[in-house]
């Protein structure tokens, strides 16, 4: 079942759509973005030059810090009396990224996330429970929104309380429930301290997102839970949640390409990577009216793959998300990033889905601590299964942390409002 149409369209039909909407994309942000027209002016391009979607690889790239130097309305392409919404990012290493919409651009939004949530195989019959956080982070307004358009019950409790979500759970009889990866484990835990088995209730779906999630953390949150993860994706300078999402396939992420188009390039050079090649996903807005975005770097590491999928959407599918850019470490000349080493360390029975990696610097060189919890009622060797996560780290990695410290279930800290911190640099 689909939402749309477009999402089975032939690629020569989306193709066509994409180029009418590129060519009016970037005519709007040339004649009302100043920011914009002296880009493209110093790229030599100009609308006229956009004939054909392809054209989009001529225009130049806008960056988290455009958003933050154009602070905090220098990318919109219209006035503010036409804006009916505001959103931003966290900001949690600066100036936040603040975005608007006019009602077009919310209609937009609220059409792609319905899409998302039929490809989920949520319907109007399902009680759908919104645990992210409502205000100025997209997740909570953009999931409610697109909830309430396919006609399912919203049941709006944003994030934490977490003892009062478990209980809405059980008492409304809740289908499914929207969260970060990181949350839907701790609510799984608090639940087990309550006394109640998630997994007896009817919820069968966490649609996940804000957060990289590996492979390892999607089978502990199903397990868990005794549900089906969904991932979900999607970023508040492009629009929010409903950029792309998992169909029950669970085969990559449908990215609604109509709305926006996807490149994936090298993040050391910009230059276009084969078609399956992991890199960097850059997007570009193609109906966004008050901020349209051109060629974004979102930091994110994944692949794209045009084949159609099983479900019958012919919508590209991006991989789940590997990692950041922004987020690699490198210690003693080893490039790594946090989710291959939590990909390593949940692949043990004996550890539970949290850890925590400290950056140091010690004469000059630089030093990884990594402090991962033992799983609940562990009465085993501390000594063996450490020998055992280390040796792993080095036949798959390459990498052998400074320290690895294993720790009682609950001792490293969760987080029940916002993204998790996984990394803490101290250098």
Not at 81 to 108: C, E, F, M, N, W
Not at 169 to 198: F, H, K, N, R
Request: glycine share 8%; proline share 4%.
């Amino acid at each position: 079942m689909v939402h749309r149409s477009v999402e089975t369209a032939s690629r020569e039909d989306l193709r066509e759509i994409q180029t009418e909407r590129l060519r009016e994309t970037v005519r709007n942000a040339y004649e009302n973005v100043p920011f914009y027209r002296d880009a493209l002016d110093d790229a030599g391009v100009s609308p006229a030059d956009v004939e054909d979607v392809d054209d989009v690889r001529k225009l130049p790239f806008t960056t988290k810090e455009d958003f933050r130097d154009e602070y905090p309305t220098g990318l919109f392409a219209v006035e503010m009396d036409d804006v009916v919404r505001i959103h931003a990012s966290s900001g949690t290493t600066g100036k936040p990224k603040i975005v608007g919409y006019t009602q077009a651009d919310l209609d937009v939004w609220t059409d792609a996330v319905a899409r998302c949530l039929v490809a989920a195989g949520i319907g109007s019959e399902d009680v759908v429970q919104n645990a992210y956080g409502y205000g100025l982070f997209t997740g909570g307004l953009g999931l409610h929104q697109g909830i309430e358009e396919i006609g399912a019950t919203v049941i709006p409790t944003g994030g934490g309380g977490t003892q009062r979500q478990v209980e809405m759970l059980a008492d409304l009889q809740s289908d499914a429930i929207a969260c970060t990866p990181s949350y839907a484990l701790y609510l799984a835990e608090t639940a087990a301290e309550m006394g109640v088995d998630v997994r007896e209730l009817p919820v069968r779906a966490v649609l996940f997102g804000a957060e990289p999630c590996t492979e390892p953390m999607r089978e502990e949150i199903e397990e868990r839970l005794g549900v089906t993860g969904i991932d979900l994706y999607g970023l508040s300078e492009i629009v929010g949640p409903g950029v792309s999402i998992e169909c029950l396939e669970q085969d990559g992420l449908h990215v609604w390409e109509d709305r926006f188009y996807p490149e994936v390039v090298d993040p050391a050079t910009g230059d276009p990577v084969e078609e399956g090649e992991e890199g960097e996903l850059v997007l570009t807005t193609l109906s966004k009216q008050a901020v349209p975005v051109l060629r974004y770097r979102t930091g994110d590491l994944t692949t794209l793959n045009y084949e159609t999928c099983d479900c019958g959407r012919t919508a590209v599918r991006m991989d789940n998300v590997t990692g950041r850019t922004d987020d690699l470490l490198i210690v003693r000349g080893v490039n790594l990033y946090p989710s291959e080493i939590e990909s390593v360390v949940l692949e043990f029975d004996d550890v539970a889905p949290y850890y925590r990696i400290d950056l140091r610097r010690e004469d000059e060189l630089d030093t990884l601590e990594l402090t991962v919890e033992l799983e609940e009622g562990f009465d085993g060797s501390v000594a063996d299964v450490r020998e055992r996560i280390l040796t792993r780290l080095s036949n798959v990695l390459s990498f052998t942390p400074d320290d690895l410290t294993l720790v009682e279930a609950g001792s490293i800290a969760r987080t029940e409002v916002g993204k998790v911190q996984r990394v803490y640099d101290h250098r």
